[in-house]
């Protein structure tokens, strides 16, 4: 698959998400008051940039580090916009701006909120462009997590390497496999206790590097516990929000699945306890307990191991 239909693959799928953009249209027209100068981080093809216009931008930056911008100004072009969007090619932390704005807007989650580095995004765009009294949507960002009986997602993702496809012995990986997020679709009848969450984070010029919480659940049914469901609520403005909560309608966002393995049974009344620690959104630990039993991964205990089979 060729570079540029990846990216429109991807934009067209973000763009059907009509839920998703009517929370963001809501959130923009909240915030943005006429004549606003808006800074949209992580613009995509600039569709809240567009909204951002809609709701009474005088002008708004477009910024974005992997789609060309050309497709920015054609669509700011065809939708009449061609005059207040400007699109800008790059990375936001690299980039100037010529003046200070009044609403920062990004939508850079993904599974379990803080892989694109949306807390270090915001806070750099807030330090450096946003006047003093000005807004950021989102404004925070929750984490959520639940035990879940996944074994589809845990066998193909981690699983599969106990396996031996023509004799070949590939376990090797399983502890990779077993140290890395993966993304996954959940249910709440996946679920073996409720979702709690494990932190809630301020967006804006302080946003944090590091990000920990932690939480306890009771079991409520008999099952396996092959990992944690992650899912994220992200505050868009006063009373919207979006999120990828199973069963939430507000995005179509896939969900983490952080696997503990191996696998371990669960009956009602177990408690299982849960720590999760990311910083910078790219360096992700998840440990605990269930039962008598500990667990404790880490994306850096799969580091040494992805750099070695470079
Ligand atoms: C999830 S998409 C959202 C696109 C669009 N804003 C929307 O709502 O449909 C995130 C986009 O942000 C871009 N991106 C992520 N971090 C960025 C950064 N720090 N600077 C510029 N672009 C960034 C990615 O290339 C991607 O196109």
């Known amino acids: 698959m060729s570079y540029l239909s990846e990216v429109l693959a991807f934009h067209a799928s973000l763009l059907s998400d009509t839920a998703r953009l009517e929370r963001f249209r809501r959130a923009l027209q909240r915030v943005v ?4 100068v808006v800074l949209d981080v992580g613009a995509g093809v600039g569709i809240l940039s567009v909204l951002a216009c809609e ?3 005088s002008r708004v930056y477009a910024i974005e580090g992997s789609v060309p911008v050309g497709i920015i100004e054609m669509l700011a072009e065809a939708n009449g916009m061609a005059d207040r969007v400007h699109a800008i090619g790059g990375n936001s932390t690299a980039i100037e701006l010529p003046e200070q704005v009044d609403v920062v807007v990004a939508d850079l989650f993904e599974l379990f909120g803080l892989e694109q580095g949306l807390v270090a995004a915001m806070a750099d765009a807030a330090r450096r462009f946003l ?12 984490l959520y997590a639940a035990p879940v009986e996944a074994p589809g997602v845990h066998g193909a993702r981690v699983g599969a390497w106990s396996r031996e496809p023509l004799g070949m012995d590939v376990s090797p990986v399983r ?21 709690e969450r494990l932190a809630r984070v301020p ?4 946003g944090p590097r590091h990000v920990g919480g932690a939480a306890s659940f009771a079991i409520r049914r008999p099952g396996v516990l092959y990992g944690f ?3 994220f609520v992200a505050e868009l403005a006063r ?7 199973p069963g939430s309608r507000t995005t179509r966002y896939r969900h983490a699945f952080l696997p503990i393995d191996p696998p371990q049974l669960v009956a009602p009344g177990d408690e299982v306890e849960l720590e999760v620690h990311a910083w910078d959104g790219e360096q992700w630990r998840w440990s605990g307990r269930a039962g008598e039993r500990t667990f404790d991964h ?9 750099a070695l089979r470079r």
């Open 33 to 36: 008051r006429p004549g606003d």
């Open 175 to 195: 502890p990779l496999a077993a140290n890395v997020l993966h993304a996954a679709s959940h249910r709440s009848a996946d679920e073996l206790a409720a979702g």
């Open 298 to 306: 880490a994306t850096l205990h799969a580091l040494p191991i992805a």
């Open 131 to 142: 006047r003093e009294g000005g807004t950021v949507i989102p404004r925070a960002i929750s």
């Open 229 to 231: 469901d992650g899912w």
């Open 239 to 245: 009373g919207v929000t979006v999120s990828n909560a």
């Open 55 to 57: 709701a009474g931008a």
């Open 203 to 206: 967006l804006g010029a302080d």
